[in-house]
């Protein structure tokens, strides 16, 4: 089965038609779309802090961070300064000791239009270093799906998320792959789209990624970059990466961790 190939049977009995990748594409950006058009939101990180229980040293230290929605951002710095335990806070894996972490929504004057959300776990997806190692599924289609909901009181949820799939699948160019493929089987680089898919068809908030060039031949390599620029267009990413000269021409904003959890915004060094 090929990935353009109508997905109805796994979905809930939702009609071939609706999940045909135009129609799923306009459905992404109209959910995107419903605010006022001057409006725009950032992720915002005040005076976080981070000391694992039973440690008695703080990982991260009164860390401030904001980035605007469809921006791509990049954090850098030296292995073990807590670049990788930021993201897992952020993604929820982990509660910081203090501080807040919230979206806050801004109208055309800047100024904040309403109180601000806190940014819950279910609308932040992040991609692992080596993401490949995590496949749990015998085929690309069942990687992608694992874990939706089964029960029919979630038929909605089901069915926004079908109406997601053909977009993930497009944009992450999964198209030409069959759905039957052992995810295992895939080259390094068709690894990490399906990763990226497994996340985009959630929609997030947020898209963290954790070295997501780590691993990968030179072609690979370019093929995630250009993949990350298409698909910073609808999202807002935040990258953890050693690899600046590859990513540096996507980042709008770039932090620097220093040892001690401390992180202060910085010019990618090139
Ligand atoms: N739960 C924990 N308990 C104690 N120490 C921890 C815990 N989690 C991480 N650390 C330590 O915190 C420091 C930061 O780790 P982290 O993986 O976040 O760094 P990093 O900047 O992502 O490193 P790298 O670039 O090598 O991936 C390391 O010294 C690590 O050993």
């Not at 972490?101 to 004057?109: A, R």
């Not at 029960?151 to 792959?177: R, W």
């Not at 620029?229 to 996507?250: F, G, M, R």
Request: aromatic share 6%; glycine share 6%.
């Amino acid at each position: 089965m090929e990935a353009s190939v109508a997905l109805s049977p796994i979905l809930l009995g939702i009609s071939s038609n609706r999940t045909s990748y135009s129609h799923s594409r306009r459905h992404f950006k109209r959910k995107r779309a419903l605010k006022v058009a001057s409006d725009f939101s950032k992720i915002e990180v005040t005076n976080l802090s981070y000391k694992p229980p039973g440690t008695q040293q703080s990982i991260l230290n009164d860390v401030n961070l904001s980035l605007r929605e469809k921006r791509f951002g990049l954090i850098f710095g030296r292995s073990g300064s807590g670049k990788t335990t930021l993201l897992q806070i952020l993604a929820g894996l982990a509660q910081p000791t203090c501080g807040s972490i919230v979206v806050q929504k801004y109208g055309f004057d800047s100024s904040p239009v309403e109180p601000p959300k806190t940014l819950l776990p279910e609308k932040v997806g992040i991609v692992f270093q080596f993401p490949e190692r995590y496949f749990l599924a015998d085929t690309v289609l069942e990687e992608i799906t694992f874990g939706w909901p089964r029960q029919k009181a979630d038929a909605l949820l089901t069915e926004d998320l079908a109406l997601n799939l053909q977009y993930a699948i497009s944009s992450v160019g999964l198209k030409t792959i069959s759905l039957d493929e052992n995810p295992r089987a895939l080259s390094g680089g068709y690894k990490r789209r399906l990763a990226l898919a497994v996340q985009l068809v959630q929609m997030p908030d947020l898209l963290l990624l954790d070295e997501p060039l780590a691993g990968l031949d030179w072609k690979a390599r370019a093929d995630v970059v250009n993949l990350l620029k298409n698909i910073k267009k609808d999202l807002t990413i935040l990258v953890v990466s050693h690899d600046l000269k590859e990513l540096a021409p996507l980042v709008d904003k770039s932090w620097k961790m220093d040892l001690g959890g401390v992180l202060k915004e910085a010019p990618v060094p090139l």
